[in-house]
């Protein structure tokens, strides 16, 4: 199983823990994950406006790369997914932007979207199996509750994520199982933390964040894991130490290989 | 300030404000609604209106979480969060707009801000 | 010598504002054959037809070509006018110059010169055209009604009220359907089943009328007049000679865990069960996927328990043929399954409710025995919050685009009965629009306004979570400008209707069409209300679009006004365009017979005078009565022998000559 792998700029400096815990499941796994060769920043932000060309251009150099390379590109940052996995459908989609984007780039052979973008869940879902991971579980998180915090990258719009149902999404909880641990339902788990909001209105951030952990804790959770850098920053600055929030790569990595401080 | 009739705002954004049923399914999902003065709904019919300049004022353009909830759960297939963002782009795009100066940055983290929030927040009010 | 007449209609403006009738008159003159050609503002009014009369008359017309509507509108109409003529009617062709020319172009320049073309196309086909002559078959004065739900059972009383003798398949064990399942009737708040159960006593009484329950239909052939239908009689196990329905089985019975489907899924049944108080017939039947005696062989208890020794559990599915002169579709409808709009937490709480759900609920028969309690823990709610268009005038994809119509009207019968029962409990009601159009509907959801208080919020609901043990709904209140946060005992959805999934395979096995939703698609949606355009098919209550009682309970009596029109005839005059072999020309290959969708081929062995040499072979006839003129077998044949009169392959072959001219 190989994989172009897009880290993201958040990967390899705030979110150290979410990369390395990553890379060293995936070893476990037999994942074999190949960084991008000389990839750049995303964005962060998915660019809605569709006469802006330019904040899509990073988006299709790390698709192209792996269009090159034949394989699959895997994120795992959400904003990162998101914004390169809509890019990829805006080239597969809209003929306009395609051929503006070659343009900029100096492409003899547009890119159209050619490249299958996953998010290292899917991967490990549909092509290691939960089920395989359940059997190479070392470590189970036997009786942790766990809420597991999707937000709104990895799922909205549905139409193009086609990650999981959009409200009632299942694919952390399923994994957490997997891991032995016992999710808990809640259902502010697929509403917003306030993003970016935080930077410049740390009001908002607290309100939103505040809405989902009563929500978790209500609900039973002891923990929180998500996929997001920003979600996780969010999230944790807000609970005050009272409910972890963990990258869920973290807690894989503890269930297979042990030893890392929640397991 | 940018052009603003109708048409440009219904191109940057690439959405259809005629197929709005006035059901209010965006702003009754908006999680940033009290903060905002024009709502979800609001924009789909003032755009479809012509009404663009007071949107062009408007708070609500940076108090959008770009969350996607409102898109996600219209049941025309309208998205209030791309006028929004194409509104947000047309004031940026005037340089005495920026909303979010370099220097204001260091104030605004703290250690453990990820990267995902400051490229974020330029990209959204800055350009 | 063929002279043929050629008449253009302008149909007002409508074919006038886009072609130049009068260069098409000019052109056709100038066509082969053509004795004679006039345009006239509307060549379907009685000046007119009479215009074409006297143009054959006058110039001793042999054929003629009306360049006008699609044939589907007025080719009976000029066939008729031709007959009155003293022509053959099948010496009459229509070239389409409105559908597929007038109304889809805009330039007048273009149009008219497919309208000439149009027209060539026809005069081709004309000159080539042979009087045929129509056979007739007998009408078997028996109707098949598929679905025994108000409307199905309307219909069937209507047409054994007639005197026809008629046969209701209904796949559940009972008749009643839907509306057996609903509380009170808006607008007059009746009870449902104190006004259906006569009627189903009525149909199961009826000696004109033979009920199939729990039976499904297997297969259809034939045509209008003479379809044979194979039923399905499933096993009930249950022998429905001797079983008395006492239900002293149903009481016995250990296996208790089954949900029943009567109440919603709300409360459980026995394996053995009669689905209501009211069913007709009251029967018992064994549901065998959940019996202990069918699962592991043992128990027994409701065979020794039947003091009328009705249990069979040896009994197998029974086939029954029958002949049919009209089939009525009474399919009906279900409610669709709101877990797809997750924001509503449908299937997350027990308190998030479908309005088929809530209509149990608040029924004396239902799990609760009429006792409005939330079903996570049997308290007695506070507020109710109703949420109208779950599901309806949704272009998402989860949804349907169509509004189902009736959602309106029950909410507010659901508001009023709750606050009529319960006026401590309070009644919020989201909506997008309140849509009221029915005799004394808009009066009825005002009452619930003015006299029973319900607060109606203009604005839907963008998500229900659960918080502190209740629910918590966010949803805008648009004309306060405001974001409602209302904690509530229960959520009620307004969920969109769509056509019962057995419509689908049995409308292909009938053939009959069906629209994009799903409904069946009627003749004319204004003028042929009732029947399906294929003929002997007609079209009852919600199968062909969401309706509410009165309306589904009007329609099937218009149907059965349709049916017992059809039944009353002695014969049908058939199709005259029917297929034939050149027994010359053909191979025996029983490629025609198998493409057949009547049956109307078979293979004889004939002896043949080929050009002088005898011969024996065996080749395709076709029996006349029977074939339609759907034109497969044409294509079918490898050999060329089998061609369609009025559409022979020389004729298509002209047109297509004359179009590439």
Redo the contacts between chains.
């Keep these: 199983m190989n994989y172009y792998y897009y880290p993201g700029c958040t990967l390899k400096t705030k979110a150290k823990a979410l990369d390395a815990s990553a890379r060293a499941a995936a070893e476990c796994l037999g994942v074999t994950l190949t960084e991008v060769p000389e990839w750049q920043c995303c964005g962060a932000v998915y660019p809605m406006a569709q006469d802006e060309v330019a904040a899509r251009l990073s988006a299709v150099r790390a698709l192209l790369a792996a269009r090159e390379a034949g394989v699959p590109l895997v994120t795992l940052c959400s904003a990162c997914h998101h914004v390169i996995k809509r890019v990829n459908a805006d080239m597969a989609k809209n003929p306009d932007l395609r051929q503006k984007a070659a343009n900029y780039l100096g492409l003899s052979t547009p890119y159209a979207g050619e490249t299958k973008v996953l998010h290292y869940l899917e991967v490990l879902k549909n092509d290691v199996g939960f089920e395989t991971i359940k059997q190479q579980v070392k470590h189970p998180l036997t009786g942790q509750k766990i809420g597991a915090y999707y937000g709104c990258l990895l799922l909205r719009p549905a139409d193009v994520m086609q990650f999981d149902d959009p409200e009632s999404p299942t694919m952390l909880e399923d994994l957490l199982r997997a891991l032995g641990a016992a999710p808990v339902d809640y259902d502010q788990k697929n509403e917003c933390c306030a993003g970016y909001l935080s930077l410049t209105d740390p009001a908002a951030a607290s309100r939103r964040t505040r809405a989902i952990l009563t929500s978790a804790r209500e609900a039973g959770a002891e923990a929180l894991v998500t996929a997001c850098p920003l979600c996780q920053y969010n999230l944790s600055r807000h609970s005050g130490g009272s409910l972890p929030v963990y990258y869920v790569t973290e807690l894989l990595e503890a269930a297979l290989k042990g030893g890392n401080g929640h397991a | 300030m940018p052009e603003t009739t109708r048409e440009t705002v219904l191109r940057i954004s690439g959405t259809n404000t005629r197929k709005c049923m006035l059901c209010g399914k965006c702003s009754g999902s908006c999680p940033a609604y009290d903060a905002m003065d024009y709502r979800p709904h609001q924009f789909v019919a003032m755009v479809e209106r012509g009404e663009i300049a007071p949107l062009l004022q408007s708070k609500s353009l940076y108090a959008c979480m770009s969350c996607f909830a409102c898109v996600e759960r219209c049941p025309r297939g309208v998205q209030p969060a791309s006028l929004i963002e194409a509104l947000r782009a047309m004031v940026l795009r005037e340089r005495e707009h920026t909303r979010l100066p370099a220097q204001l940055i260091p104030e605004l983290i703290d250690a453990g801000t990820p990267q995902q929030a400051v490229v974020s927040a330029f990209r959204k009010l800055s350009k | 010598m063929q002279k043929i007449g050629v008449f253009v209609c302008w149909c007002g403006s409508n074919i006038a504002g886009t072609v130049d009738v009068g260069r098409v008159v000019e052109a056709v003159r100038q066509e082969p054959g053509v004795a004679f050609a006039a345009d006239y503002q509307y060549m379907c009014s009685d000046s007119g037809q009479n215009l074409i009369k006297s143009a054959v008359k006058e110039h001793g017309l042999t054929g003629i070509v009306v360049c006008s509507c699609s044939p589907r509108m007025h080719e009976a109409t000029f066939k008729k006018t031709a007959a009155a003529a003293g022509l053959n009617p099948y010496m009459v062709e229509i070239a389409n110059i409105r559908e597929h020319c007038s109304w889809i172009h805009k330039n007048m320049e273009e149009a008219t010169e497919k309208a000439i073309v149009l027209a060539r196309a026809a005069i081709a086909k004309v000159l080539k055209d042979a009087p045929l002559t129509s056979g007739t078959t007998e009408v078997t004065k028996r109707a098949l009604v598929i679905g025994g739900g108000i409307a199905g059972i309307q219909t069937a009383l209507d047409i054994a009220e007639a005197g026809f003798a008629v046969d209701i398949v209904e796949k559940q064990p009972t008749i009643g359907g839907r509306m057996a399942q609903l509380d009170k009737t808006f607008p007059t708040l009746d009870c449902s089943a104190c006004i259906l159960t006569p009627k189903m006593v009525d149909a199961g009484a009826n000696e004109n009328i033979e009920l199939f329950t729990y039976s499904e239909v297997e297969s259809v052939k034939g045509f209008v007049g003479n379809f044979t239908v194979t039923i399905r009689k499933k096993a009930r196990s249950v022998r429905a000679d001797l079983c008395t329905g006492c239900g002293e089985c149903t009481e016995k019975c250990p296996s208790r865990k089954t949900k029943n489907e009567f109440n919603m899924g709300m409360d459980t049944r026995g394996a053995i069960y009669i689905p209501y108080a009211q069913a007709v017939p009251k029967i018992a039947v064994i549901d065998r996927e959940h019996c202990l005696h069918f699962k592991t062989g043992k128990c027994g208890l409701c065979e020794r328990t039947c003091s009328a020794k009705a249990i069979d559990f040896a009994q197998e599915d029974e086939l029954v043929t029958r002949n049919y002169g009209a089939i009525v579709m009474a399919t009906g409808f279900q409610m669709i399954d709101p877990?797809g709009?997750?924001?509503f937490?449908y299937?997350?709480s027990k308190d998030v409710l479908t309005s088929l759900e809530f209509e149990r609920l608040m029924n004396a028969a239902g799990p609760t025995g009429g006792h409005l309690v939330c079903p996570s823990d049997g308290r007695h709610p506070k507020h109710i919050v109703f949420i109208q268009?779950v599901g309806s005038?949704?272009?998402?994809?989860c949804?349907k685009p169509y509004c189902s119509k009736i959602c309106c009207m029950y909410t507010a019968k659901h508001a009023i009965l709750v606050r009529d029962k319960y006026p401590d409990v309070s009644v919020t009601v989201f909506y997008?629009d309140v849509r009221t159009p029915g005799k004394n509907f808009d009066e009825f959801y005002r009452r619930a306004v003015e006299e029973y208080g319900v607060q109606y919020v203009?604005?839907?609901?963008?998500?229900?979570?659960?918080?502190?043990g209740r629910l918590k709904v966010?949803?805008?209140d648009?004309l306060n400008?405001r974001?409602?946060h209302l904690e509530a005992d229960m959520v009620v959805l307004a969920a969109a209707i769509e056509p019962d999934p057995t419509a689908r395979s049995v409308a292909s096995m009938l053939t009959a069409s069906i629209d994009t939703n799903g409904f069946m698609t009627e003749a004319h949606p204004k003028l042929r209300p009732v029947e399906s355009p294929t003929a002997g098919v007609f079209l009852s209550g919600v199968c062909q679009g969401p309706k509410d009682i009165p309306e589904t309970v009007a329609q099937a009596s218009a149907c059965a006004a349709k049916v017992i029109g059809l039944l009353c005839k002695q014969k049908l005059v058939n199709n005259a365009c029917v297929a034939s072999s050149d027994p010359l020309l053909c191979n025996g290959c029983s490629s025609c017979e198998k493409v057949c969708p009547y049956g109307a081929i078979t293979y004889e062995e004939r002896e043949l005078n080929d050009k002088g040499v005898r011969r024996t072979a065996r080749v395709a006839v076709v029996n006349e009565a029977v074939c339609q003129g759907c034109g497969a077998c044409t294509v079918a044949c490898p050999s060329g022998a089998m061609d369609l009169k009025g559409f022979t392959n020389q004729q298509i072959m002209a047109e297509v000559d004359a179009i590439c001219r």
């Excluded at chain 3, 005038?393 to 994809?397: A, C, K, Q, V």
């Design positions: 877990s709009f997750g924001e937490g299937g997350k268009c005038r949704d272009t998402s994809g949804g997008i203009k604005g839907m609901v963008g998500k229900v979570t659960r918080e502190g966010q949803g805008s648009l400008d974001q409602l």
